[in-house]
């Protein structure tokens, strides 16, 4: 008997997960207006595995690639979202995002020095410094149905830091390669043509599949499905082959939106499996941490949070007049970027068949990771409706 | 509060404004983006008025006081240069047209001004539903009674500029199978309508606006939504009826239309307005609303029946000497295209949608068309 009943535990402990975390989610919106992502990977942190809790260590399984979609559909709505021309009508947005992504990565690279991090792992650790991450911003955007410069800005310097953040890991691995075992070709392999390769992957599915959209025509309706659909195959297939859904995805919808065949309003989200796919990612992210590390490394991931915060916030508001705004959405704009854990454990997730533990090896990024997936969102969502670009009264 | 003293100003002088609507260049849908606009375009020297209007997607730029076509034109281009400008620092796309035609108006966000919350409060769902975008064009007048004598002289005419200007066919997603749908969206307001029948401003100030203003239901010309109003703080009737057209050029044309006909009014070339003109006055709006330029329209003098862009035709023949002496002949050049030819925007915006496969590309075609230097 008792058996059976650890059988049914651990066979329900996703759907239970999920629904514990929904109840969260409306109760800590609705009681605090916590984002509800916050109250999500509250909930999953709770749940894992090394705080006791019912969900299996979440690492590899088929959990794990649902988590990826759900990534990728994000993914490929903020890339969607990004207008390249603006940046050429705009210059001072590229000099922004290069500014903020490049200081952050070298105020972490000097901080997990003070802290005796050994070089690679304080590499990769101020590579992940750069990224803001997509998932957080765009959801709570969506929440809020803001709109104006602090949201359209916040997004696209998240998708471009991004791009910046895993660019940089790659050649940071492909360091790490060869100054191990690895031969020269491995090295080139794990970074240059890995970021290669799946970019263009991803480029190819956005010429694809407007093109196929096109040619059955009927847009309006089917683009939504169609658009998942392919997302789903495209993850699928770099997931295969060890590259990075992470920037096939972002560089689909990048194409796919300049291939102009254009998403309307009432899908964003790709709609309810959108948003059951990012309850999922954000309770599997918080359930992937130990709360010993978490703990051992909290010191440095604060120091690290601080000066993430600092450069981010002072590059934009520096730069804010020369952009086009004020002072006041310039700071907004870079406390908006705060949120950085769902990129971090998916991108870390992404290589752990390289061999690299950076999770467990470098205990901040656990802590790093649950104090900005409870908080980050919350920065978020308070800079926007800090800057007026939230409707007073609230959503849907 | 007294209705304000009417300040004459020079005969046939035209000042127009222009609600434009800012949208997002990703979805295309309306996109809250006055204010960021607004303090850009404060840092640079605005060439003209630019204000907020009631929701943070619109935004409403004035010209000065013109008399002449090429200099109206030329300072509406300068605007509209400046604005596009401004939009592309800020990724907001600017464009024309007399409703978005897709915007949910519940997701619209009341710009934050205590005019704009009392209106919000008082009409709750109407105000929000008002996102759509009109020009206004200032004739001035020489003194009050002949500002009233115009605005009632130009009842019958009324319907050539809702069909020269219609550009709203499509509303919420769908083709309303109107060419104006905006003006439908006027319409809901208690005060929206035709101003009553007085030419005299004294009887006009003591008989009407008096009583009104004793109601408690208006305290100033504002609270009026009246196709024509007078305007007395600036001296001028204010023509509403037109749809903020795709171009500047248009709404330049448009303007100049009108002050060509006041001209021809004030030459006393037609008979003085009556009362019984107002019979036929909503079924005329009415054909020009829902068929633009292939409306029917009834003459109310004489009671036949009348082509819309026939009669709009006849008008151009007879106001020529009258273009010729304002300097407008290009202008209404561009009139005798649209209603001989080419058709008003609302048959170029149907005309994208039947291209572009879908209500997305038809803004996408508004804010390119806004952007290009065009003839009309």
Redesign the interface.
Known sequence: MPETIYTLFHETAWPVALALAWVAGELGHRWLALPRISSYGIVGFLMGSAQGGLLPDPNGGSVTFLADVAFGLILFELGYRINLRWVRANPWLGVTSVLEACGSFVAVFFIAHWFAVPLVPALLLAALAMSTSPAAVLRVANELHSSGQVTERTLHLSAFNCVLAVIAFKIVMGYWVLSGAGSVFQALWSSLVVLLVSASLGALFGVAVPALLRALGGMDRSATVAFAVAVLVLTAFTHALKFSPLLATLAFGLVARHRRVLLSQAQRNFGALGDLLTMLLFVFVAASLHWKNAIAGIELALAVIAARMAVKVAVTTLLARLGGITWRKGFLTGLALTPQSVFVIVLLEQSRHLGLDLLNEVAAIAAIVFVLEVVGPLVTQRALIWAGEAPEDGED | MALEPFKASDALTMGVELELQLV??????L???A??ML??LERSRFPGDVKPEITESMIEIATDVHTRHDQLLAQLRQMRDTLVA?G????VGVCGGGTHP?Q?WS?Q?IF?RPRFKELSALYGYLAKQFTVFGQHVHIGCGSPDEGLFLLHALNRYLPHFIALSASSPFSQGVDTLFDTARLNSVFAFPLSGRAPFILNWSAFEQDYFAKMEKTGVVKSMKDFYWDIRPKPEYGTIELRVCDTPLTVERAAALACYLQALCRMLLAGEEPPPAADDYLVYNYNRFQACRFGLDGTIVQPRNNDNLWLREDILATLRRLEPHAVALGSEAALEDIYRVASAEGNHASYLRMQYADE?????VV?AAVRRFRERSDA
Request: glycine share 10%; net charge negative; proline share 3%.
């Open positions: 997002n260049p990703t979805d295309l849908d996109s809250a983006s204010m960021d303090h850009l401004a592309d620092r800020l990724n897709f949910h997701h966000r934050a496969g879908g209500i997305q590309g996408d």
